[in-house]
């Protein structure tokens, strides 16, 4: 099954290819990766999908925290959390399907951000069920383009993974 | 180090605080804060900065003819010492050529520190002349690496360099330079501590876990203990003997854990896997309980994993959280530093003894002792080993290439203490034993250093006889020549239907010239009756001395259990085919 981790890493130069290349060696399959900062400034919060059972992905988990710019490493699958993808979509549109597509975007509550004469780039933002149910909706209308994120995840609640500050200054 | 050498070196980096100095004598400085005695190197265009900063010769430098002699150095070095060895090389190929020595060294957990030079920050990038990204390559290979970008963060990488390599489960760290951070200047400031926030080893086992270890010990019919390299590295080996010998625990060693338990008590099996003792993997295979301390499962230990110990709990005592379970389900894992969770255990575990057990282990040493066969007229390469041990009366330091007399060395030499065996045990490399050798006795000059090792591997790294004989190094070689790639050889007749493809090495060139030619005695032996006396006058020359043993050249390691067998397939129990 697909699993959901978040790297909390020191914000330094090659830390993003130390995990990916982690991952390759043991022979995991990154399907999608997301980095950005953390409210703290020097610390980068990785969130990986990837593909295997309890015990493996254990193995990599173990894996990642021994590399030296990794702070903490935590497998969100078994947690109550939110996970959010976007996907920008320019799709074919004309006076004929326009509407039609506008409707679509509605009811996904998603968002039209750029209109031109033949096409519109269509924005959405959710987990990847809804992405994909957005992208399978508007496929027959002719997909130009798309570009999508990886997953952003976080435990919900105030439950929250230790503190940076405690991790900072240990 | 004295103690009046520590305080000395304490007083001599307080005395430098705040002095403004070349990058390059900062660096000697932190090497010297480090405890560094020796660094094994090769100059070039990127490290010149460094070499006029060791031009004074405030630490010695050791300097070898192709780089991965100074790494496999540095890693006997380490290993002798347990201390972490230093190897320099320049940008481009000199890093690259260090790249079997530190990958050796990743696979077997030694504290190496590597500096490599780089081209200068702006030309990074650019196919500059002798760049390679270093970094990048060795980063599957190393524990951690570094690219100094400021030239002020140098002593304070230094000191991380060492403190990664040497903590928790030891490995290689390298440090690249570019060449304008190297010549820029900085005020020396040397850390009395690290602030590694992400790096935390663990080293106190769970107690809870610990006390379920030794209740499963004392519930145990067919208890056995199976040591490896982390007994070694975490100095665990008193810790270890005390279980057995409270518990009565039959112990067997992998390639990397000799000399953890002495091999010549009676609860020894001896080593264990594909070319073990029969009795030690007859042991393992009837245990109801392994305790496996500072060892990982590998292959050449457990063949087929699926029918590994099938009878067999396991307790793991590893201070790596990922080696356990990677391979061998654990049913009481312990993270925790060997020496550390062992003195816990011995203390908690009851004293206790399985008669019929032990009883049993004794008639499979009885049934099936190692042995070989000997051929009139011929020497036999086990007798070597045999006759080595006799000579240097058990106490030398032996390092081994790779190959037959690897294995040869691991069953017919009985080590008593740690650090006194070398192996290429994880990457097998070739070319390995005979600079590990030179690393060695740089290390413990006191010891006997015998560098045992094959005619194929030797030729890997011989350049290195330039090295002995610059520096006097008293390393006494032994090639065990049967112009073979031996190993090679054997597989090939046993697997390959005696299609002896691309391992005959009869061409190869007259050793004892080759050793004359570089200034060192050699001598050739090929009657049986000539080895004692050659093997007597060998260990009492003063220096370097080679010695061209021409062994039966068809010779055969056995016992064996095939790549990715169990104990039923096993092969020549009792020293020849069919048995």
Redesign the interface.
């Known amino acids: 099954m697909k699993h959901t981790l978040s790297i909390l890493v020191q914000n330094q130069a090659g830390v993003l290819s130390r995990v990916a290349a982690l991952f390759t060696r043991r022979g995991y399959n990154i399907e999608s990766i997301a980095v950005g900062t953390t409210e703290d400034p020097r610390i980068s919060r990785m969130t990986i999908v990837v593909e295997g059972d309890r015990r493996e992905v254990e193995q990599i988990t173990k894996n990642v925290h021994k590399l030296i710019e990794v702070l903490k490493v935590s497998d969100l699958t078994y947690d109550d959390m939110v996970a959010r993808e976007l996907a920008l979509i320019k799709v074919t549109a004309d006076s004929h399907n326009r509407s039609e597509i506008m409707q679509i975007v509605d009811i996904f509550r998603a968002k039209i951000v750029d209109v031109s004469e033949r096409s519109v780039i269509v924005e959405v933002t959710g987990d990847e069920g809804k992405v994909d149910a957005m992208i399978r909706m508007l496929r027959p209308h002719g997909i130009k383009e798309l570009a999508r994120t990886g997953k952003i995840a976080m435990v919900r609640g105030s439950k929250p993974e230790p503190s940076l500050r405690h991790i900072t200054s240990a | 180090m004295s103690a009046v050498d520590l305080v000395r070196r304490e007083e001599s980096v307080k005395a430098k605080r705040g002095q403004r100095m070349k990058a390059t004598d900062a660096f000697v400085e932190c090497l010297l804060a480090e405890g560094v005695e020796v660094i094994f190197g090769y100059p070039g265009g990127a490290v010149l900065p460094i070499y006029d900063s060791l031009y004074e010769g405030k630490i010695r430098h050791i300097l070898v003819r192709h780089e991965q002699g100074a790494a496999h150095m540095a890693d006997g070095y380490a290993r002798v010492t347990g201390k972490p060895g230093v190897c320099l090389a320049t940008s481009g190929p000199g890093a690259t050529n260090l790249v079997t020595g530190l990958a050796s060294a990743w696979m077997d957990s030694i504290p190496v520190v590597a500096f490599t030079g780089n081209v200068a920050r702006s030309a990074i990038g650019t196919d500059a002349f002798q760049e390679a990204d270093i970094?990048?390559i060795t980063?599957?290979i190393t524990?951690?690496n570094f690219?100094v970008?400021n030239a002020q963060d140098l002593p304070r990488i230094i000191k991380e360099a060492f403190h990664?390599a040497s903590t928790g489960r030891p490995g290689p760290v390298l440090v690249d330079l570019p060449k304008d951070v190297s010549v820029e200047e900085i005020i020396f400031d040397y850390p009395e501590t690290v602030d590694?926030?992400?790096?935390?080893p663990t080293i106190k086992g769970h107690i809870k876990q610990i006390l379920e270890a030794a209740r499963a010990i004392a519930a145990a019919k067919r208890p056995v203990l199976y040591i490896g390299g982390g007994v070694i590295s975490s100095g665990a080996h008193e810790e270890v003997l005390a279980l057995a010998e409270k518990a009565n625990i039959p112990t067997t060693f992998t390639l990397m854990g000799i000399g953890g338990f002495p091999g010549d008590h009676p609860l020894s099996l001896g080593m264990l896997g594909m070319h073990g003792t029969v009795y030690a993997n007859y042991a393992v295979h009837e245990a109801d309980l392994l305790i496996a301390v500072g060892a990982r499962f590998d292959d050449r230990v457990t063949g087929d994993l699926k029918r590994f110990a099938p009878h067999a709990k396991v307790i793991h005592i590893d201070i790596?959280?990922?080696e356990i379970?990677?391979n061998r389900h654990a049913d009481i894992p312990i993270v925790g530093d060997c020496k550390a969770v062992l003195s816990v255990l011995v203390e908690k575990v009851r004293e206790k003894r399985e008669d019929e057990w032990l009883a049993k282990i004794a008639e499979w040493k009885r049934e099936y002792p190692l042995t070989y066969e000997e051929k009139p007229g011929v020497i036999s390469p086990q007798r070597v080993i045999q006759e080595i041990y006799e000579v240097t009366e058990g106490n030398a330091i032996c390092t081994a290439d790779v190959g037959q007399h690897q294995m040869w060395l691991a069953q017919y030499y009985i080590f008593r203490e740690p650090r006194r065996h070398l192996s290429s045990g994880g990457l097998g490399a070739m070319g390995y034993g005979f600079p590990a050798a030179i690393g060695a006795a740089v290390g413990r000059p006191d010891l006997p250093v015998w560098s045992i090792t094959g005619d194929g591997g030797f030729q890997m790294t011989s350049q290195e006889l330039a090295t002995v004989r610059k520096y006097n190094i008293p390393v006494k070689i032994a090639i065990i020549n049967n112009s073979y790639l031996g190993m090679v050889r054997q597989w090939q007749e046993l697997l390959y239907n005696r299609r002896y493809s691309a391992s005959d090495l009869h061409d190869n060139p007259d050793f004892v010239k080759l050793a004359e030619a570089y200034g060192i005695p050699g001598m050739r032996v090929s009657r049986p009756e000539e080895l004692r006396p050659a093997l007597e006058q060998a260990a009492a020359t003063e220096g370097p001395v080679l010695l061209d043993i021409h062994v039966d050249p068809e010779a055969n390691v056995f016992p064996m259990i095939p790549a990715g067998m169990s104990v039923a397939e096993m092969i020549g129990k009792k020293g020849r085919l069919g048995t």
């Open positions: 970094t990048g980063l599957p524990k951690h690219l970008r990664i590694l926030p992400g790096y935390k790596d959280p990922a379970g990677k």
